[in-house]
C-alpha cells in the first residue's frame, strides 16, 4: 500500500455502536455516504487507506477499504496517533506483536500460525510460519501467505519488508533461529475468498516467491507441536506447502489433538479403551479410522500416543487413512510410518464410503471433515451433511470406543454443532457420551467483538 493520505470516510449516526465494541468491519450500508466515492467526491479504488470517522467526524480508526463489497472497511488500527498501519513500521510493529505472543505460548520452536487476520490487527491476511528441517541439518523456515482481500494484497511488499525485519532482528537476538538467508517464502493465493473481493483467480496463486538452500517447499519435513503424552518436544510431519490443502498442514486442529491424545492415553493405559493383552502374546492391533485424512495429523499423533501408551510389541496400531486425494495420502501413509504404526491408505470420497466400513470395527474414529457450509446458501445442506457424516461415524466405533469429531465451518455455531450432533447419536442409535470440547489453537485468537473469528469445533465422546 502506497505512501498516500487515506480517504475520510464517515458513518451514519449510531452505526458506530458495533464497532465501538470490538468489531473490525463496517458495512456498506453502515456509511453515510456511497463507499464508491470520498465526502468530497474523490473515486475510492479496491484496498484504499481510509481513515474511519463517527457521524460528529471523531477519529475511530485507519484501514482499508473496499468500494464494491458488502464488508467496506477493515480495520487495522485504532489508536490516532499511528498515522499510516498500512506502512513498513506498522506492519512490523504487528509482527513482532504477533510473534511475542506465540512465543509466550510455548510456539516459538515448532510450526505456528504468525498472523490471523483481524485477531492480530492485519485483517485479511494469514502467514504461516513453518519450522522446517533442512537436507543440511541447519535451522530453516517456511513462510507461506495468503492474501484474502484487496487492502492485504495491497500490503505484499510493505509486508514481505516487515517479515524480512522481524527474522532478521530475530537471528540477531537468537543465533539459533533461522536467519532471512535460510527462509523460504511461498504465496498461497489460490483462495476462493479472493473472488468476493474482485480479486478472481490466480493460476500462479500457489508459487515459491523466495527459495531457501536446502529447503524444498513442496516436499518439506516440518516440525509441529508434540501431542502430550507422547515424551516429544516436536514431531516431524511430510507435507507440500505449495500444491497442499490450504497452507499444507492443518496448524488449527493441534490443541484439538493435545485434547484427544490426553484422553486416549490414560484411558488406554488404565484399560478402559480395550485390553492390551498378555505379556509375550499381543492383543489385536489397536484400530484408528482417520475419515478426511490429508496427511495423517491425526492418524499419527494419535499412534504416538498410544504406542508409548502400551508399546508396540504389547498392541500395535493400525490407522485406516481415508481421503480423495492420492497425493494427501502418500503423505498420510509416510507419517503414519514415521510414528510406528501401521497404515491403510484408502483414497476415496468419505461420504460415499462410509457405508462399506465395517461397523463397530474401530477403536477411535476421527472425522475432520472440510467446510460442509461456505456460505448462507449451503447451510441447509452442509448441516444435513454432518448429520450424515457424524451418524455414520458413531456407527463405526466399537463399544467402549472414542469418537473425535470436528466442524470448520464458521456459520455453524457451537449451539447448531451441538444439535447435530445429538441428532447425529439418535439417528445412529449408539449413546455417546461427550467427554471434552475443543476449538482452534491459540495461535489462532479470536479477537473479542469479533465473532466471525470463532471457526472450529471438536467434540470427543465415548461410544456405550
Not at 472497511?73 to 506483536?97: I, V
Not at 524480512?164 to 504465496?187: F, K, Y
Not at 441428532?423 to 489462532?444: T, Y
Request: aromatic share 6%; proline share 7%.
Amino acid at each position: 500500500m502506497q505512501a498516500t493520505a487515506p480517504h475520510v470516510w464517515t458513518l451514519k449516526a449510531g452505526a458506530d455502536r458495533r464497532f465501538r465494541a470490538g468489531h473490525p468491519w463496517i458495512y456498506s450500508n453502515e456509511l453515510a455516504h456511497s463507499p464508491r466515492t470520498t465526502p468530497q467526491g474523490a473515486a475510492v479504488e479496491a484496498g484504499d487507506p481510509v481513515e474511519l470517522r463517527d457521524a460528529d467526524g471523531r477519529f475511530l480508526a485507519r484501514g482499508y477499504g473496499h468500494p464494491g463489497t458488502l464488508i467496506a472497511f477493515r480495520a487495522l488500527g485504532r489508536d490516532p496517533a499511528e498515522a499510516e498501519p498500512w506502512g513498513a513500521a506498522g506492519l512490523l510493529a504487528r509482527l513482532r506483536r504477533a510473534a511475542a505472543l506465540r512465543r509466550a505460548l510455548g510456539l516459538g520452536a515448532v510450526s505456528h500460525r504468525l498472523i490471523f487476520g483481524e485477531a492480530d490487527d492485519l485483517p485479511g491476511l494469514v502467514v504461516e510460519r513453518y519450522r522446517v528441517r533442512a537436507a543440511d541439518g541447519a535451522p530453516a523456515q517456511a513462510l507461506v501467505l495468503q492474501q484474502h482481500t484487496a487492502g492485504a494484497e495491497r500490503l505484499h511488499e510493505a509486508l514481505l519488508a516487515a517479515l524480512q525485519a522481524l527474522v532478521e532482528a530475530e537471528h540477531a537476538a537468537d543465533g539459533a533461529a533461522p536467519p532471512w538467508e535460510r527462509t523460504a517464502v511461498v504465496l498461497r493465493n489460490d483462495v476462493s475468498a479472493r473472488k468476493l473481493e474482485g480479486l478472481g483467480d490466480d493460476p500462479a496463486g500457489a508459487r515459491v516467491l523466495r527459495e531457501a538452500p536446502g529447503l524444498d517447499a513442496a516436499r518439506a519435513e516440518i516440525l509441529v507441536a508434540a501431542p502430550p503424552q507422547s515424551g516429544l518436544d516436536g514431531v516431524p510431519f511430510r507435507v507440500d506447502l505449495v500444491g497442499g490443502q490450504k497452507t499444507g498442514f492443518y496448524l488449527d486442529q493441534a490443541a484439538n489433538v493435545r485434547l484427544a491424545a490426553g484422553l486416549l492415553a490414560p484411558m488406554l493405559r488404565q484399560g478402559v479403551l480395550g485390553e492390551p493383552g498378555t505379556p509375550g502374546a499381543p492383543s489385536s492391533p489397536l484400530r484408528i479410522l482417520d475419515l478426511f485424512a490429508y496427511v495423517g495429523q491425526w492418524g499419527a499423533q494419535l499412534s504416538r500416543v498410544a504406542l508409548r501408551a502400551h508399546g508396540a510389541a504389547q498392541r500395535p496400531v493400525q490407522v485406516t487413512a481415508l481421503d480423495a486425494s492420492a497425493t494427501a495420502l502418500e503423505l498420510a501413509a509416510a507419517n503414519v510410518a514415521a510414528a510406528g504404526a501401521a497404515c491403510e491408505p484408502v483414497r476415496a470420497d468419505a461420504m460415499e464410503r462410509l457405508g462399506d466400513l465395517p461397523p463397530r470395527g474401530y477403536d477411535v474414529v476421527v472425522a475432520d471433515p472440510p467446510a460442509f457450509i461456505k456460505g448462507r446458501k449451503a447451510y441447509h445442506a452442509g448441516r444435513a451433511a454432518y448429520v450424515k457424516l457424524n451418524a455414520a461415524a458413531l456407527r463405526l466405533v466399537r463399544p467402549g470406543g472414542l469418537v473425535v469429531t470436528c466442524s470448520c465451518s464458521q456459520l455453524l455455531d457451537e449451539a447448531d454443532f451441538a444439535a447435530v450432533l445429538h441428532k447425529a447419536a439418535g439417528r445412529a442409535e449408539v449413546p455417546v457420551r461427550w467427554l471434552a470440547r475443543g476449538g482452534q489453537a491459540p495461535d489462532h485468537p479470536v479477537l473479542a467483538g469479533f465473532p466471525e473469528g470463532h471457526y472450529l469445533k471438536c467434540w470427543v465422546g465415548l461410544v456405550g
